[in-house]
């Protein structure tokens, strides 16, 4: 498919961030912590996989065959400099919880080497989904009319 | 005369009143002109060499002196050894301040600026710098200011208004590649 026929709306999450809202507020009994590790991985890559489209329709390029593949640094670096850091930051930080640590509560450290010393404490819960949707809509909310 | 108010927007104000608890003794933006354009900094701070963070607190305070992040840039860029000495009182490892040199990730120079704007002008208490990476590539993702006593409101007011004042003054890679950290609000917000 040609980009300059592609809809960047149809990657729009607003829908599946209401979606994961309704069930946090109204629906909780359906939710346990692998329902919760879930949204908030489907969360940040759903922001991201919107970002990744609206920036290749303005003309941004990455690798793959398609040049349509992008890194999450320059997903975060475009968000930051909007003064995102709040909802970048607890979005990575909890999406790098859910995704590589095994523990509830864990400690999480958020490099590889050699300045390991920085951890933090995460706990995956209600209050923390609740803090990563928060950031999302906010998110969301520039990426609309990015 | 120009009030402090005039120069930052009302949610640095608000963000200062509660963070700071120091912004009831507003310092005002000298009508003696050290902020003009015209005037090189340098000729501003007369008696500073900036030996370290401390003496230059005392200096602005001293001169009642509210200056912008670039006006920091231009008189650190006199010496990087002070650059250094000043950045790794905040980083528990010489390696954060090595790899951000060695990846060319961002001019010391901006992040010490910035850092001794946060402490100084909105009289933030910064405890470290650290980096982020992504785990599953290595990639260096942004460079951690962390802060102390800030809650999770206040750490959106600070991120929007600190991003902002770097935008506007030519700072946009400083933007791009520094995320400022409230530790209290991932805390506190956990039940």
Known sequence: MQASTQDPEKLNPRRLLEYFMRILKNERHKLNEVVIRRIISAVYFALFNYWSLKSYLKGLRGNGPLRDSFWFSTFNEHLLKQGLD????????????????????????????????????????????????????????????? | MM????????????????????????????????????????????????????????????????PTIRQLYD?????????????????????????IKRLRFLDLGKLASLVIWLTNVLELKVTNINLVEDLETGQLQFIGIYIEDCGWDEWKILSRTVKKQLVSEGFDDVAGRVALVCKQALKTRRS
């Open chain 1, 86 to 146: 709040y909802a970048v930051y607890t979005i990575y930080l909890y999406r790098v919880a859910v995704d590589h640590y095994t523990l509830n509560p864990t400690k999480v450290v958020l490099t590889s080497k050699p300045w390991k010393k920085e951890e933090k404490e995460v706990e995956i819960n209600n209050v923390a989904l609740e803090m990563v949707l928060e950031s999302a809509y906010d998110i969301l909310e520039y990426l609309e009319k990015y």
């Open chain 2, 3 to 66: 009030l402090v108010k005039d120069y930052f927007n009302t949610e640095t104000l608000l963000l200062g009143t509660r963070l700071s608890k120091s912004w009831d003794r507003v310092y005002m933006l000298s009508s003696i002109p050290p902020i003009e354009p015209s005037i090189p900094v340098r000729n501003v701070f007369v008696d500073t060499t900036l030996e370290n963070t401390t003496r230059l607190h005392i200096n602005l305070r001293e001169q009642r002196v509210m």
């Open chain 2, 75 to 99: 008189m650190l860029r006199m010496s990087k050894e002070d650059v250094l000495m000043m950045l790794k009182r905040y980083t528990e490892t010489d390696e954060v301040i090595d790899a």
